[in-house]
Every structure is written in structure tokens, then in C-alpha cells.
């Protein structure tokens, strides 16, 4: 029997599994999708992200940013990181050198997914595979806290497609009544900035990353079931500066928000987005399932589940706070169009908040 079984090889599932192997622990990962695996990402790693991966003698190759910039076509405003910098780098590039870090470990991957669950004082039993705790790294939209009860009245949603076109529903033609997607492109351009931009549109914004030297990837959060081109017209000083057309298809992610009742039940462990997401505003994702899987490690060490629940709880706090502060001030219009001009009023109000959230 392993001492803890992994269900799931993204980024913060593989990650787990390489600080449970440094702790001493016996583990396993199951993963039906062959790698790498690729999702719609802003792939953009914090300062505090990359620090923590290259503790774990992950770094990936990527293009490095030096802060965050807002901008709505009339006013801007620009945040350095104070404590290093931060990388774009495409998720299967970090994928795949965290697959490399788990392999030259000798920790096992099997190629198949977690389903029913069985659990007792002993043990979590996912037939054929045993452990005496499981982490669910499964996803924003994980089938384990499903099964588990955990899921705390999530919304489902068909992402949009192309088939989408503009309809009415109560906040403008094609408004999806606030539950909000991520959709991703990337473009073959050389990075005008050493910034990520946040293009801050009537209902949407756009996140462009530098990714390479000659790579960007634009990344939408919309509540739109439109297309990515119909929807990226929205920013017409953006466009002119992307070539056509993209150098990859549409992927997409959500709805976004996801919530958990809870992190743990029994000794199933909830980790990375699995466990409950808000938005990705402030592009703190991987940063935030790297704090946790540390956590949970050292839960399932101390044999004591119940304690990584709490310890999530504050090692999401500030992400939780300040996205939730952001996508309320986000939802109204009256309050909307003032974000970029009052973080450019209050530059060190931006720089402080952009900072708590880098560290």
C-alpha cells in the first residue's frame, strides 16, 4: 500500500507527488490523459511560483516578466514584483519538465483514472490501487468532490464554440448571466512588453503573456458564449498588434468558479483547483495549488487530514480576498470603468496589491 495516491498529472498533482516523495512517503500518480497535458492558462507564474518550483529543481524554460500592467485604452497603469520576477512559459512546457522531475525521482505514473472510492480508518482503496490517503488533483470541475458530496452547488456550462452567436440574456447580446470562461490563443509576434498585460474591456478582459521570444498567448475571461474572434474585436489597439492569424486553435476552461464544502473528507485530500477556484483575475493558480500541496503533504505526514483543511484555508486567503475584491468591483459597471483609472491615480496602492499577491 502506498502512503498516497495522486489522482491527477497536472502541474499541482505532479507537484504533490515530488514534496511527498522529498518527505519520505511512498506515492503514486494516475493519470488517464497522456502527456503533456495542455488547458486553457494565462501561463503566467508569479515570482512566488517560480521560487517554489525551482525549489523542487523544477525550471522551466519560458519567458520571464518583470510585473503587471492595466490598461483600458485610455489610462495605464504599471506594478514591478519586487521580489524577482515572474515567467510566462506554456503549460506543456511546465507539464512536461514536471513529468521529467517526477520520472528522475522514480516516482510510478499509471495511465488510468481514479473512479469509485473506498475508504475506511485503514485506507482509500481505487480499485485496483490502495494508499492510506488519496489527493484529488482531478481539475476545476473534479468527478472525486462530486462523488464525494463536496461540491458546493458548482454551475455547468457548455464552454463556448464556434457554433456560439450573440443572443440576449439580461447583460448584453451574448452574456451568459455572470458565469465566466477562460479561452486561450497564442500568436506568433515578439513581446512588446516585459509585462503581462491586462486589457480591461466593457464585460471581458484580456491577459497577454509573454511566452517566448517570439511567442505571446492571449488569454480571454468572459461571461460571453461568443467566439474567440468576436470577442478579442473588443480590443482593437490589442489586434493591432497580433498577427492572423493564431498559431493555435481555441482551448477553454470553466465556468471559473468552483467551490468545495470542504477540502477533506476522510483521507481524501481536495488539491489545486480541485478544491475551489474563484477566477483567474489575479493569475494566481499555480501559486496558490503549490502552497497547498505542501500543505497537504505535510498533513498526510502528520497524519492529520483534518489540519490541511485549515492550512488551506490560509494559504488561499489572500488569493481568495482580493479576487473576490476585484470581480465584485469587476461585475458593476459604475465601478468597472474605474479600475484602471484609479490604479493609475494610486500607483502605490497598485504596486502594493500586486505585490501581496507575487510573494
Known amino acids: 500500500m502506498y502512503d498516497l495516491l495522486v489522482a491527477g498529472g497536472g502541474p499541482v498533482g505532479l507537484a504533490t507527488a515530488l514534496y511527498a516523495e522529498r518527505a519520505g512517503l511512498s506515492v503514486l500518480v494516475a493519470e488517464p490523459r497522456q502527456h503533456p497535458v495542455d488547458k486553457a492558462c494565462g501561463e503566467g507564474l508569479m515570482p512566488c511560483a517560480v521560487s517554489a518550483l525551482a525549489d ?44 521529467q522531475a517526477v520520472a528522475e ?10 473512479d469509485e472510492v473506498i ?20 481539475g476545476l470541475h473534479s468527478p472525486t468532490r462530486r462523488r464525494l458530496g463536496l461540491d458546493a452547488g458548482n454551475p455547468g456550462g457548455r464552454l463556448p464554440g464556434p457554433a456560439d452567436r450573440p443572443r440576449s440574456a439580461g447583460l448584453g447580446a451574448g452574456a451568459v448571466g455572470g458565469a465566466r470562461f477562460g479561452l486561450r490563443r497564442h500568436f506568433r509576434v515578439a513581446p512588446w512588453t516585459d509585462f503581462v498585460e491586462v486589457h480591461w474591456g466593457a464585460d471581458l478582459e484580456a491577459y497577454i503573456t509573454p511566452v517566448a521570444d517570439d511567442l505571446v498567448g492571449v488569454a480571454l475571461l468572459t461571461s460571453r458564449r461568443e467566439p474567440f474572434e468576436l470577442q478579442l474585436r473588443r480590443f482593437p489597439a490589442l489586434l493591432d498588434r497580433l498577427p492572423a492569424p493564431a498559431v493555435t486553435s481555441t482551448r477553454g476552461a470553466g465556468p471559473l468558479r468552483q467551490r468545495s464544502s470542504a477540502r477533506v473528507r476522510g483521507r481524501v485530500l481536495l488539491v489545486g483547483d480541485a478544491a475551489g477556484y474563484v477566477d483567474a483575475l489575479t493569475g494566481e493558480g499555480i501559486a496558490v495549488g503549490l502552497a497547498s500541496a505542501r500543505a497537504l503533504v505535510a498533513a498526510v505526514v502528520a497524519d492529520d487530514p483534518a489540519s490541511y483543511d485549515r492550512a488551506w484555508l490560509r494559504a488561499s486567503r489572500r488569493y481568495r480576498w482580493l479576487t473576490e475584491s476585484l470581480l465584485w468591483t469587476q461585475r458593476r459597471a459604475s465601478t468597472r470603468k474605474l479600475i484602471v483609472p484609479a490604479a493609475e491615480r494610486l500607483p502605490r496602492l497598485f504596486a502594493a496589491a500586486v505585490n501581496q499577491l507575487a510573494r
Open 105 to 114: 525521482r522514480g516516482i510510478p505514473v499509471v495511465t488510468r483514472a481514479v
Open 56 to 99: 523542487l529543481g523544477v525550471q522551466p524554460a519560458g519567458r520571464p516578466f518583470v510585473g503587471i500592467r492595466y490598461t483600458d485604452g485610455s489610462h495605464s497603469a504599471t506594478a514591478h514584483f519586487r521580489a524577482g520576477s515572474g515567467l510566462g512559459v506554456r503549460r506543456t512546457t511546465l507539464q512536461a519538465c514536471l513529468a
Open 119 to 138: 475508504q475506511d480508518g485503514d485506507g482509500v482503496r481505487c480499485e485496483p490501487l490502495e494508499a492510506r490517503y488519496l489527493a484529488a488533483a482531478d
